[in-house]
């Protein structure tokens, strides 16, 4: 499979496909805020939002989308944004289109803390604390055995990843064997949950998310010139190690973030740009916002569904979404 995109279309339609994401992702946040037990009209869902941002007193319904079900969304929005931007940030860095935001070992260091939290009974509100500790710890692990004097090359850190995500999904592994009446909520996790949003997990993850996203935003320029080859990017001024390194301490920021608070959702930093890349091109500069905007809508469409059917979890969702896409795109790039 190669990472090659489409054509990029005519600048002057980018524009409106630029709007179609962005009515896209609104649509996704009143379907989201409106769906459920109570069902909330999208009339109403506007008029609550405007009630609440403009600072007038919350009745009714206000209450149900204020209190409940916006920060679930809204937190959805921050993890499908911050996926999809680290996606395409690590697609482009290691120049390879398999590449997503779990591949440095993210993932399988934040379910190693969550677990042991977890299994040892410990309070919930200490499960975002220990998950990221495991997230930022495994990049970092991987990081000092991928290193190769001053330089981190792609093939090490790859490899590298590959064995401590397998390590550390080892040991979690064999702590929920230790204690297998919390095995259900331990899956739960594994397999992404939007339900313990408020709005303080809210706030807590939006540092992380705003920070590490951020950074890759103004990194864009800088990766595409590396996808010229390191040489010739080299040649025209950029520090390729040092870019390779904020690449992945960005990314790994903004992906910790996310895991810690909502556990490990699926595809989308996978699904995401590929998406993105076939509809606009391939250009960083378009390629990552876009791919915040999808990931955003995404994540919340797909937490719709799975709390209003027998899916339950948003990671099962994306699971299935992501599964027969990629046989699609297999076969559509088949020689």
Do not use: K
């Amino acid at each position: 499979m190669s990472s090659a995109a489409a054509p990029r279309p005519p600048r002057s339609a980018l524009p409106l496909q630029v709007a179609g994401l962005a009515l896209l992702l609104l649509l996704a946040v009143v379907l989201g805020t409106g769906l459920g037990r109570v069902m909330v009209p999208p009339g109403e869902v506007l008029v609550a939002l405007w009630r609440g941002l403009s600072g007038q007193e919350l009745a009714g319904n206000d209450v149900i989308v204020w209190q409940i079900r916006l920060p679930r969304v809204v937190m959805g929005v921050l993890v499908g944004a911050s996926l999809g931007v680290c996606g395409g940030a690590f697609q482009g860095v290691f120049r390879n289109p398999l590449a997503d935001p779990y591949l440095l070992g993210v993932a399988s260091g934040g379910a190693l803390g969550a677990t042991a939290v977890i299994v040892g009974g410990g309070p919930r509100p200490l499960i975002p604390a220990a998950a990221l500790l495991g997230a930022l710890g495994a990049v970092m692990a991987t990081l000092a055995l991928a290193r190769e004097g001053r330089r981190l090359p792609p093939t090490r850190l790859v490899l590298a990843g590959v064995m401590v995500g397998s390590v550390l999904s080892a040991l979690s592994t064999a702590l929920l064997l230790r204690g297998e009446d919390r095995a259900r909520e331990v899956l739960a996790y594994t397999l992404g949950d939007l339900g313990f949003s408020g709005w303080r997990e809210v706030g807590a993850v939006l540092p992380y998310v705003g920070l590490g996203a951020g950074a890759l935003l103004l990194l864009a320029r800088a990766l595409d010139t590396l996808q010229l080859g390191e040489l010739t990017a080299r040649s025209l001024g950029v520090p390729v190690e040092r870019l390779r390194l904020l690449v992945i301490g960005a990314a790994s920021v903004a992906t910790a973030g996310a895991v810690a608070y909502v556990g490990i959702i699926g595809f989308v930093g996978l699904l995401v740009p590929h998406v993105v890349r076939l509809a606009f091109g391939a250009g960083h500069r378009t390629l990552l916002p876009l791919s915040a905007l999808l990931g955003a809508a995404l994540v919340v469409l797909a937490d719709l569904l799975a709390r209003t059917t027998p899916l339950s979890q948003v990671g099962i969702v994306t699971t299935l979404l992501g599964g027969p896409f990629f046989l699609w795109l297999l076969r559509r790039t088949r020689d």
